[in-house]
């Protein structure tokens, strides 16, 4: 908090306790040291903020160079038309003031006993003239006609961000003068000037001035926020003074320790009435002497962005919901709580009711509501949560809906039961008025799932059946998905998954004609960012892959018949792999959806390791396909399990034979090397393991995985179909990749002895699974060249078979794994 806002409540409480019957600064505040200095969201928003802008600069500079040159043009040709003499008083006013203004208000500040804020800014300063003075003198010194030489001023001789300005920029970001229209005048006004005699003397450009602009700003914020700014929220004694302007005369308050709200500050009051004059609640009922009798909740005007970014993409992503501002002013915050808070008790629903509202200084502003003794639903102990208790939550719900009241944060902290066993609805903050049916739905399947968390579905939905009747709740089933629910409760639910589902079968089983499919509440799902960012990733990779192979002499050289076999054995891979999930998977799976799914994998894994990625894909695949989802995790790791253990058998079996047989591939055979480094892994793992944190990590995933693959391979086993065609699958998929390979060795007039080629496969198969790389990318590359060079093949050789056998296995099935994973989105089969 600034000296100067200490002063003011130092004056208001010094005139509070001159009016008569009043003594503001005898009162005892019970709450912990306020920080010197804090952490403003706002802050760390403008430094990314100014940091987009910056890069949004560059970039339209990049992109369209002429743009800004025409821009500069046309202002340098208008300018030139000014009196000669207006421009030289420009210049010599902008070259003084552009500092002097600054350097008054700093000294104004400091007679305010406000240093501390001036310090901050003069740091700022002295970091953005650093930087300024970096760019210009060692950046562009060192790489001269670079990158920034075109970007930042357009090819001029000027620097790329201005000394001048920069520092002024960061300092008056920094120092803070909202509320101070005449010195905000003042200072921008000196920095225009500024700018707009460099444009007219022709060393700087609008490039360079937008850039100047964006970094001192960055610079600015990113120092307060990085030091943290002085404290601006008022004290506790400060809110006592603005309750005594509201009349309520205050003998004692305390500070609630953080709750749910960690944005709202939380008072409890106890007040002095007038004889005969004895505070009760809503309910009519008195409440006893000693306890407090107002509840202070003080909003403070540097926490209203808090949580802004996950409301921006809320407000974004969802469809249907009624549009609601995701940053709101102080005076708004306070006049929409406030005007809930009416609309909630005229509507006769149970709320504590508000006593009055005020301003505190400029910073802050509380709300007084009288205070009910008791516990938010999320901390009463299960033996009083009755049904009688959940019978009275849903009457003050439906007296809600009855009045278009949309709470929008029915969370068990939004419900407060009193001692008495009433339920009260607090937290208003994000309520609307005139609210829409579809508001007032999500607001019941809000309500459904809190209740549910706390008592199961079967008591939530039968007392909400007893208030509202089955025609209501079952308007709640299409809007029972996690998309539709707060944060928390999407949280909450992580631990029960299964919990909407029970939820919809409670209701299900009242009204069997409620069952509906799920409302689309999303402009656009996660799934789709996915995909798109996935074809960029794609696209980066690809062409600079494609572009340094010779296509011409890559065709002329090769053998088509081969190629041809190569491209079969590739397409024989999804079958393969389409044949060793199903026989991991006791349900019945379609043959051509789990095949598609296998070609929609070989897109997903462009942008994830090739393990993770299949595993997340077929995962998803069985959910939808009807299997639950534990057994379907466990149906995946009992075939990647099954996979891994034919791999290491196949590889050492075949890597004894080859070094038994050609001393040509003998080091790719188990040796003293391949002992050596199982050896090294080992130690790695023991050591890794004597740490306890790392071992029970361990511990819990293999006895995850094992607790469910287990029975799932039992189950597996009780039949021989299954277990030929998981077998049979795994083993076809690497004889498939196998034969691809030796096809593209083959091709570019190479050749080697089968067993060696398996070898080589199964050893960068093992390297492209570990590599935490897209699909391998690189590692599987780097490793097959070098393991066909040591098996004989010339290195152009090798390189050609590699880039064929990559380009069959993971570029080609791009387009149609992308045409694939858009198609069982659109079926909803992943």
């Not at 909740?297 to 808090?306: F, G, I, K, M, S």
């Not at 929008?408 to 903050?429: C, V």
């Not at 990779?541 to 002329?556: K, T």
């Not at 071992?695 to 021989?720: E, I, N, T, W, Y």
Request: with cysteine; glycine share 8%; proline share 6%.
């Amino acid at each position: 908090m600034t000296q100067t806002h200490r002063q003011e409540h130092e004056d208001e409480r010094e005139d509070a306790a001159a009016r008569p019957g009043q003594a503001a600064t005898a009162v005892p505040v019970d709450e912990p040291p306020r920080p010197d200095r804090i952490r403003r969201p706002s802050d760390a928003i403008r430094f990314a903020a100014s940091l987009a802008g910056l890069g949004a600069v560059m970039l339209l500079v990049s992109f369209a160079p002429q743009a800004t040159h025409g821009l500069q043009t046309d202002i340098s040709e208008t300018t030139a038309h000014a009196p000669l003499f207006l421009l030289t008083l420009a210049t010599i006013a902008s070259s003084f003031g552009v500092l002097a203004v600054p350097v008054a208000f700093a000294v104004e500040r400091l007679f305010h006993k406000d240093g501390t804020r001036v310090a901050i800014a003069l740091l700022a300063a002295v970091i953005a003239f650093a930087v300024t003075i970096l760019l210009d003198d060692l950046v562009i010194t060192s790489a001269p006609g670079g990158v920034l030489d075109s970007l930042i001023w357009g090819g001029t001789d000027t620097a790329p961000v201005h000394t001048d300005i920069a520092p002024v920029i960061a300092f008056v970001s920094a120092v803070g003068m909202a509320g101070r229209t005449r010195w905000q005048a003042a200072t921008w006004s000196m920095i225009g000037l500024a700018a707009l005699t460099g444009l007219t003397a022709a060393y700087a450009s609008v490039a360079a001035l937008a850039a100047t602009y964006f970094l001192g700003n960055a610079i600015g914020h990113g120092t307060l926020y990085a030091v943290g700014t002085p404290n601006p929220r008022p004290p506790g004694l400060a809110v006592v003074a603005a309750l005594e302007r509201l009349g309520l005369r205050t003998v004692r308050a305390q500070r609630f320790q953080p709750d749910d709200l960690p944005e709202v500050r939380r008072y409890g009051v106890s007040v002095a009435h007038a004889p005969g004059a004895v505070p009760t609640d809503t309910s009519g009922v008195a409440l006893p002497r000693g306890d407090w009798q107002l509840e202070v909740r003080v909003l403070d005007r540097d926490q209203q962005t808090a949580g802004v970014l996950y409301r921006v993409w809320r407000l974004v992503r969802l469809r249907e919901a009624a549009p609601r501002r995701p940053v709101r002013s102080l005076r708004r915050s306070l006049e929409q709580e406030s005007l809930m808070a009416y609309a909630v008790d005229a509507a006769g629903a149970r709320t504590p009711r508000l006593v009055g509202t005020c301003e505190v200084g400029t910073e802050a502003a509380l709300m007084a509501y009288e205070y009910v003794p008791g516990a938010p639903l999320d901390a009463v102990p299960d033996d009083d949560l009755t049904d009688a208790v959940l019978t009275d939550v849903w009457g003050q719900f439906k007296r809600l809906q009855s009045a278009r009241l949309a709470h929008r944060r029915l969370e068990g902290g939004a419900i407060l039961i009193s001692d008495r066993g009433h339920a009260y609805l607090t937290d208003l903050r994000s309520g609307e008025i005139a609210a829409g049916d579809l508001a007032l739905r999500l607001d019941l399947a809000q309500l459904l799932t809190t209740l549910a968390l706390r008592a199961g579905p079967e008591r939530a939905v039968r007392t909400a059946v007893e208030v509202l009747g089955e025609q209501a709740l079952a308007a709640a089933v299409p809007l029972l998905q996690r998309v539709a629910l707060s944060r928390d409760t999407r949280a909450a639910l992580r631990h029960d998954r299964e919990l909407l589902t029970r939820i919809r079968e409670q209701i299900v089983r009242l009204k069997p004609e409620s069952e509906a499919p799920p409302i689309r509440l999303e402009r656009f799902r996660p799934r789709t960012i996915f995909s798109i960012v996935a074809l960029t990733v794609a696209a980066y990779i690809v062409v600079p892959q494609l572009s340094s192979v010779d296509p011409v002499r890559l065709v002329a050289g090769a053998e088509w018949w081969w190629m041809g076999v190569a491209l079969a054995a590739a397409a024989l891979t999804y079958l393969a792999a389409a044949f060793m999930l199903m026989g991991f998977v006791p349900e019945k799976l379609p043959l051509g959806q789990t095949v598609l799914a296998q070609v929609a994998a070989s897109f997903v894994k462009l942008v994830a390791p090739a393990a993770v990625s299949g595993v997340a894909l077929n995962t998803r695949y069985l959910q939808r396909s009807g299997v639950r989802p534990g057994p379907a995790v466990a149906s995946v790791g009992a075939s990647q399990l099954m996979g891994m253990v034919m791999h290491i058998l196949l590889l050492i079996v075949f890597g004894f034979v080859t070094g038994s047989v050609n001393t040509a591939t003998r080091d790719l055979a188990p040796s003293r090397t391949i002992v050596i480094v199982l050896l090294a892994l080992a130690v790695l793992a023991g050591v890794a393991l004597t740490i306890p944190r790392v071992r029970r990590f361990a511990a819990g995933r293999l006895k995850s995985m094992f607790s469910g693959v287990v029975p799932r391979l039992v189950d597996v086993l009780q039949s021989p179909k299954k277990i030929i065609t998981g077998l049979g699958g795994s083993l076809l998929l690497t004889v498939a990749f196998v034969v691809c390979l030796d096809a593209s060795i083959r091709a570019f007039g190479g050749s080697l002895p089968w067993t060696a080629v398996v070898v080589v496969f199964l050893t960068a198969n093992a390297v492209g699974s570990a590599a935490p790389t897209p699909g391998g990318l690189g590692a599987v590359e780097t490793a097959l060249t070098v393991a066909l060079t040591i098996s004989g093949l010339t290195a152009e050789t090798a390189t050609s078979a590699v880039l064929l056998f990559r380009l069959l296995t993971l570029w080609l099935p791009v387009l149609p794994g992308w045409a694939a994973f858009t198609y069982l989105q659109r079926k909803e089969a992943i």
